[in-house]
């Protein structure tokens, strides 16, 4: 790799630097590299190049105080109007920016994919054996790709609302769902549907894992979820749809979906938790740690005694604990 070696010796700055045009491509291509990650955080570098720029822009330039890295990239640039090394880190960061929002892949697996294997696309990783090496939701990721970019409008969520509780309630009349997230701060769209659910029943049967899994089972049945992320015993993670009796939103996209299952006595902490946003949770929490109290996804409770949390019949007693003033939903959109 030519473009890493600059131990080379120190040439001068060719004379094409006169012409004009070259002039202004070659200060354009210096700018952009003072503008790389690993420029930018760098002081030395960054001085080295604000001097060079400057020196090039004077009327009566001294090449002489350029260093020996920085000359040769100029040198390159007039020679091939281009610079290896900038166009590498360019192509790095739109490999990352696109492979990255994969469902399960991260910032450093997009950086190996486009380093190691030269994958710059999603297009590419369709096509790539690379595949054969990742897991099933990284490659429910890829296949939905596309769907899963896109927000969901509101009027859809409204849709999957009914036909989620109509579905759930086949499993148990006495089930309450609620749609959390950004849909309960009443935005226009959402990055995906946060689903709460609980059983409104004081009788005690099955655990949360067994009504979890029912829940999901249902919802498969119903074909309203098409794809499993994760499963966990409190937590699931997927992928749902519109089934094709219903005629609004065609063609259908596949949607990213959350969903928990709490017990009666959660379920105003997790409503409150699970509406958001994350912001306003965090500003809450902080509240509430002056005061010598605690708030989880599922309970408020004072200084030590998580084992017996405060008695909570809806999300404003929250507040009241707190001593904070009762935001509406729709006024925790910070
Ligand atoms: N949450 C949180 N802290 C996090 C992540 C989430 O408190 N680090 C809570 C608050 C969020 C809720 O969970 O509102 C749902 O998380 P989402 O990631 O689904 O975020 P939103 O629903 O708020 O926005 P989006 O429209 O992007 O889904
Ligand atoms: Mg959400
Ligand atoms: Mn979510």
């Given at each position: 790799h030519q473009f890493f070696n600059n131990k080379r010796e120190k040439t001068s700055i060719d004379d094409r630097i006169n012409d004009p045009n070259k002039k202004s491509l070659v200060i354009k291509i210096l700018e952009e590299l003072q503008n790389l990650d690993n420029v930018k955080t760098n002081t030395n570098k960054i001085q080295a190049y604000k001097s060079a720029i400057a020196e090039i822009q004077k009327e009566y330039p001294d090449f002489n105080s350029i260093g020996r890295t920085i000359t040769s990239q100029i040198n390159e640039v007039l020679n091939t109007n281009t610079l290896k090394i900038l166009n590498f880190h360019n192509q790095h960061s739109e490999a990352v920016a696109e492979l990255s929002k994969v469902y399960g892949i991260g910032i450093s697996l997009a950086s190996k994919l486009y380093k190691?294997?030269?994958?710059?696309?999603i297009q590419d990783l369709r096509q790539?054996?690379?595949?054969?090496?990742?897991n099933e939701s990284q490659l429910i990721g890829i296949r939905l790709y596309e769907d899963l970019l896109l927000k969901i409008p509101r009027k859809e969520i409204e849709i999957f609302e009914k036909l989620i509780d109509q579905s759930i309630q086949k499993i148990h009349p006495d089930m309450i769902t609620k749609i959390c997230g950004s849909y309960r701060r009443g935005?226009?769209?959402?990055g995906d549907i946060d689903l709460l659910v609980t059983l409104n029943h004081s009788q005690r049967g099955g655990n949360y894992s067994d009504m979890l899994r029912k829940i999901v089972s249902r919802l498969q049945k119903d074909d309203i979820i098409s794809d499993v992320l994760s499963h966990g015993p409190k937590k699931f993670m997927g992928v749902c749809i519109l089934p094709d009796s219903v005629s609004e939103f065609v063609p259908h996209k596949h949607r990213r979906i959350d969903i928990r299952f709490v017990t009666q006595d959660q379920f105003h902490c997790a409503t409150l938790y699970f509406t958001g946003s994350a912001w306003f949770n965090a500003l809450m929490r902080i509240r509430a740690n002056q005061k010598d109290l605690h708030i989880s996804e599922y309970a408020v409770w004072k200084g030590l005694n998580r084992d017996s949390p405060l008695r909570v019949t809806c999300e404003k007693d929250v507040f009241d604990y707190i001593g904070m003033k009762y935001f509406e939903p729709t006024e925790r959109d910070w």
């Open positions: 190691q294997h030269n994958i710059k696309t790539s054996k690379y595949k054969l090496r990742l935005l226009e769209q959402s």
